[in-house]
């Protein structure tokens, strides 16, 4: 069983960490993160650093692979990058919680993370980095580029195209054949009916376009008070 470690000691990584022991082939080791102090305890794993000691960590702890466990997708974007920098060998794996349902030719990329009750029907592909979160759907041959994310209880029809950090919040429900652009969020409860260009914010039943976005501003509730456009220029 590979030693792993999983960037991120927050509610999402909690989430994350249950889906890998439930799905049982890596063996946590214990958390890094880049704001908690050294030492302290998450879910019952030690905080162990920040990605700057990742190279000392990886060696002392015979690190075999990473998890970034960060929700917002520019963010995990951003720490990707870092990691890459600092130990440019190391492996991102992905995490399939067993109570997940995989269709027929399902692809999967590095780095991402499918949680309990989510449904991925036949020949969807989930690029690199992305969130499928509990009990959201992705139809038949659905494309979810790199650092794209479902929210929870989201439902999707068949053939959807999400580009590059797309968001689709909370309960949100698109039809089939609809594309969404790069950077662009559909806010939590729409249901989406046309498609929606990128760098947007669209919301409502049926959804529209309420304002234009830039890389890296925030979406997540629990960001409301910083962006995570601090980080665009960022560098370890």
Not at 114 to 131: L, S
Request: glycine residues 12%.
């Amino acid at each position: 069983m590979k030693n792993v470690l999983i960037f991120g000691a927050s509610g999402h990584g909690s989430v994350v960490l249950d889906c890998l022991e439930k799905e049982g082939k890596y063996k946590m080791m214990g958390f890094m993160d880049s704001y908690k102090k050294k030492g302290l305890q998450h879910n019952g794993y030690e905080i162990l650093g920040n990605e700057l000691d990742l190279p000392f960590i990886a060696d002392k702890f015979t690190i075999e692979g990473v998890f970034v466990a960060i929700g917002d997708n520019w963010v995990r974007k951003i720490l990707v990058d870092r990691i890459k920098k600092i130990l440019p060998n190391i492996t991102f794996i992905s995490i399939v919680h067993p109570a997940a349902t995989i269709g027929r030719e399902v692809q999967i990329g590095i780095g991402t993370v499918i949680m309990p009750g989510v449904v991925v029907n036949a020949n969807a592909v989930i690029r690199d980095f992305c969130i499928l979160n509990t009990s959201s759907s992705l139809g038949h041959d659905g494309h979810m580029e790199s650092y794209s994310s479902l929210s929870p209880g989201v439902i999707t029809g068949g053939s959807l195209w999400m580009g590059q950090h797309s968001v689709l919040a909370l309960g949100a429900r698109v039809i089939e054949n609809i594309t969404i652009g790069k950077h662009s969020v559909i806010g939590a409860g729409s249901l989406l009916v046309d498609d929606v260009p990128e760098f947007v914010t669209a919301y409502g039943s049926p959804a529209q376009v309420i304002s234009q976005r830039v890389a890296g501003d925030s979406y997540l509730a629990g960001n409301k008070h910083t962006s995570s456009r601090l980080f665009i220029t960022s560098d370890f």
